[in-house]
């Protein structure tokens, strides 16, 4: 099973510059190959191979010198990148591959020649970097992933493949039945992140809100600033540390709230929310934006199954809110505003929330007693067939320990 561990570096001034000239050079050959992608795709109708865009590196370092500075695999490796992601594109897996800028996340991958020494890494033609290994790994190590911030600070990412199957294939082998007690569904929101079926409600932090005045001050100094000056440069970098640090707090609480949930039970249910549509209201964009649902989902599932557990997702249609646990009675219809409503068939009082969590579980273990999954709607089934093995990899949580009370 490949897991993903992220880890911080700490290069000097002089391995800063390398690892920039590293990027530029990974960037260009990217911008290149895609833009030959591009023009061989219009005027014959054909695309390119990655031997073939892997082909033209020799005669592109003998036209641009600078070319050889960085290390030779991690441009080989674009061609690798630039093949999946038209795989992906063409698949219905991931819209089309665009160009790089030159702002923003910088990233180049090692496939091999990487080792560990201690406390530092040795790459390729950038030597040994201090890095802060806070936990350790077994296995393989198969792809090494540099990357820098927009707020300077370099990060790697090491995929390893430790030799074991993973667990969730074997409980979809040989399922077991499931006690209700052991299930939870979850239903999130926005004045409280998520509730559980168990009654329980967690506060959505709001992070974004918290901060917004802070970076408003940040971004009004920027605008004041003129363009291609060294103050500008400080200015965007000041602004890049205020997201980076509303990002890792909310990162952070949802790292802990999934792994209190994954830890205590042993189902856990969800509603395929589609989460693209409901920011196009220019309403609430900002707000579901900040929550951070998608990311939630996502740190459950894969956290559930690297521990043999089950997680599934309800259809976004199914009535959760609407019918009545009790007695599954529906009703017609139940505006947003009404947060508590009494059921005129059995007469249960409901907590809109709570009875929608309740229903999203019932739903999930009727579909395990009935040894199917849910219904996918339109366009979200997933195709067979890998493109590449960080597709497979689970990334493994960097945060702290602690989990929330």
Not at 70 to 95: E, G, H, I, W
Not at 282 to 310: P, R
Request: net charge positive; charged share 25%; glycine share 6%.
């Amino acid at each position: 099973m490949y897991k993903a561990y992220k880890y911080r570096i700490y290069p000097t001034s002089e391995q800063e510059t390398l690892l920039a000239k590293s990027f530029g050079c990974a960037r260009w050959f990217w911008n290149y190959a895609l833009n030959l992608c591009q023009e061989t795709y219009k005027n014959t109708g054909k695309g390119l191979s990655r031997g073939y865009i892997q082909g033209l590196l020799p005669a592109l370092k003998k036209e641009h010198e600078w070319l050889k500075e960085p290390y030779s695999q991690c441009l080989q490796v674009v061609a690798l990148n630039l093949s999946t992601a038209y795989k992906n594109f063409f698949d219905k897996r991931a819209m089309p591959p665009r160009f790089k800028p030159k702002h923003g996340r910088q990233s180049i991958s090692y496939p091999q020649n990487v080792k560990f020494d201690g406390d530092c890494i040795n790459l390729p033609k950038i030597g040994l970097v201090h890095c802060r290994l806070h936990r350790t790994f077994e296995g393989t190590v198969k792809t090494v992933t540099v990357s820098r911030h927009p707020d300077g600070k370099h990060f790697v990412s090491v995929l390893v493949d430790d030799g074991n199957a993973n667990p969730s294939t074997a409980l979809r082998a040989s399922p077991k039945p499931i006690s209700v007690d052991k299930a939870i569904g979850i239903d999130v929101g926005l004045a409280h992140f998520a509730i559980t079926s168990d009654g329980s409600k967690f506060d959505n932090p709001k992070y974004f809100v918290k901060r917004q005045r802070n970076l408003k001050k940040k971004q009004q100094k920027l605008s004041r600033k003129k363009k291609g000056s060294q103050n500008r440069q400080k200015a965007r970098l000041a602004v890049a540390k205020v997201h980076a640090k509303i990002a890792r707090c909310r990162e952070d609480f949802l790292h802990k709230l999934s792994r209190k949930i994954v830890n205590e039970n042993q189902v856990i249910a969800v509603e395929n929310l589609n989460i693209k549509g409901m920011v196009k209201n220019h309403n609430l964009a900002k707000a579901i934006s900040d929550v951070g649902w998608g990311m939630f989902c996502t740190m459950l599932k894969y956290k559930a199954e690297s521990e043999g557990k089950q997680y599934i997702e309800i259809d976004r249609w199914f009535p959760s809110s609407k019918t009545c646990h009790v007695c599954l009675n529906r009703v017609d219809n139940l505006s947003l505003d009404v947060r508590a409503w009494t059921c005129n068939h059995c007469g249960t009082h409901h907590d809109r929330d709570v009875n929608a969590a309740i229903n999203i579980r019932n739903e999930a273990l009727r579909i395990l007693a009935l040894g199917t999954s849910a219904s996918a709607c339109e366009g979200d089934v997933s195709r067979s067939g890998k493109t590449s093995v960080l597709l497979d990899a689970i990334p493994v949580e960097s945060g702290s320990q602690r989990s929330i009370a």
